[in-house]
């Protein structure tokens, strides 16, 4: 196992050598421009927000070797360069290994920046006082593990010593993903294992002998398939110790999935429609802004039957009102009427058909809104009547 030096960079004015942060994240998978000055530029705005030394990119910085051009490659080195007191390192996961046609090898790096190689090899820095370790992907797959113990550390020096890894933990059996064990990370000698490559991660550290490991995540969602929360993680290291680590929220694109409820009212027309799924998307996240919201809407209960809705029309009716580019599954049935439902020999029919015969036994006494909640009552329960609501499709739209 071979060690370099790496000279110092110019330390942020607010921290010393015993007081310093580092930014955690993997699997951005850039794939253009649009990355870049997206999900990378969120990136680097959190790393000077908190003045972070150390930026540790634990694989699949990109999505694909050969989508990545040098006008990309330049761009993302410019948006770093302003920060010049931080440090990155790199190691190449699964999607972007580290081969003969990779932009790491295709391109110059400048000295902010380390990529890590195909063998286990360390870094020792004087500001701040850490040593980094880790390895690239050389191909799209990685059977034997690539961490190993690290040398015993000098006597009187109390170096932060920090592993950055694309790997598979738990390991399933024969994963051709860097497999680990949490047994292979208590004997590293680590004191934290930066890791990439399970894009859903809760960010939560975890402990395995002595040393501290955990997965980022990626740190926006790349499609309903990543929905819910997602960040970098933050990481304040005091004398030597890791005594934080932190999900932080870079503010990028989140994916989700709300069912909305409607009564036959509630669909009378699109502004209607669109005011009361927004009042319910509102209520589901009422601290996210909307522009940043991919939301996929499951539309139950009751659609009027003289009124059809049109899921593009609808769509630009709440694009109008800030939330941008809904996906719209309208699983409303048509309004009850008694006739149908006397057909149906199920008990879920018989229950239905009771409920309508009190709403308009209600209605001739004159009592209107009683009656009108009967029949919202028995739209909104008609489903689990039935069965229960489907679940949204599960496909990926990114």
Not at 2 to 28: C, G, I, M, S
Not at 30 to 58: E, P, S
Not at 196 to 220: F, I, K, M, Q, V
Not at 230 to 239: A, D, I, K
Request: with cysteine; proline share 6%; aromatic share 8%.
């Amino acid at each position: 196992m071979k060690q370099k030096e790496v000279k110092p960079k110019e330390a942020a004015e607010r921290l010393t050598r015993q007081d310093w942060y580092f930014v955690h994240t993997a699997d951005l998978h850039l794939a253009g421009l649009a990355d870049v000055t997206g999900c990378w530029q969120r990136v680097i705005k959190l790393c000077d927000q908190h003045q972070a030394q150390l930026l540790l990119i634990a694989g699949d910085l990109f999505e694909n070797n050969q989508l990545v051009d040098q006008d990309m490659v330049r761009l993302l080195q410019l948006q770093a360069a302003g920060l010049p007191a931080l440090q990155i390192f790199v190691a190449p996961g699964n999607h972007d290994p580290l081969t003969a046609d990779s932009p790491y090898r295709r391109y110059t790096w400048p000295r902010q920046w380390q990529i890590l190689g195909p063998a286990w090899a360390g870094f020792r820095l004087a500001e701040p006082a850490a040593e980094i370790w880790g390895a690239a992907f050389t191909a799209g797959s990685q059977e034997q593990p690539l961490l190993q113990p690290l040398p015993v550390s000098r006597q009187g020096q109390r170096l932060f010593r920090i592993g950055v890894l694309h790997a598979d933990i738990p390991a399933a059996a024969g994963s051709p993903y860097n497999p680990l064990t949490a047994a292979e990370i208590a004997a590293s000698g680590l004191d934290y294992l930066a890791l990439g490559h399970h894009h859903n991660s809760d960010g939560r550290p975890r402990l395995a002998g002595s040393t501290t490991y955990a997965y980022a995540g990626s740190p926006e969602g790349h499609g309903f398939f990543e929905s819910g929360a997602h960040g970098c993680l933050l990481g304040r290291v005091t004398g030597g110790r890791l005594v934080s680590l932190t999900r932080t929220d870079c503010g990028g694109l989140r994916y989700e999935a709300l069912t909305v409820a409607c009564t036959e009212r509630d669909g009378r027309d699109m502004e209607t429609l669109s005011r009361h799924i927004l009042q319910q998307v509102r209520q589901a996240f009422p601290d996210l802004d909307l522009a940043r919201l991919r939301l996929r809407v499951v539309l139950t209960g009751t659609q009027p039957l003289d009124r059809l809705s049109d899921s593009a029309v609808l769509a630009q009716y709440l694009a109008a009102r800030g939330l941008a580019r809904p996906q719209l599954i309208d699983r409303r049935h048509r309004p009850f009427q008694i006739e149908a439902l006397a057909q149906d020999q199920s008990l879920a029919a018989y229950f239905a058909c009771l409920a309508l015969q009190r709403a308009a036994k209600l209605q001739q006494d004159g009592q209107a809104e009683e009656a009108l909640r009967y029949q919202d009552m028995l739209e909104l329960v008609w489903p689990l009547l039935r069965g229960g609501t489907l679940p949204p499709e599960e496909d990926d739209l990114v």
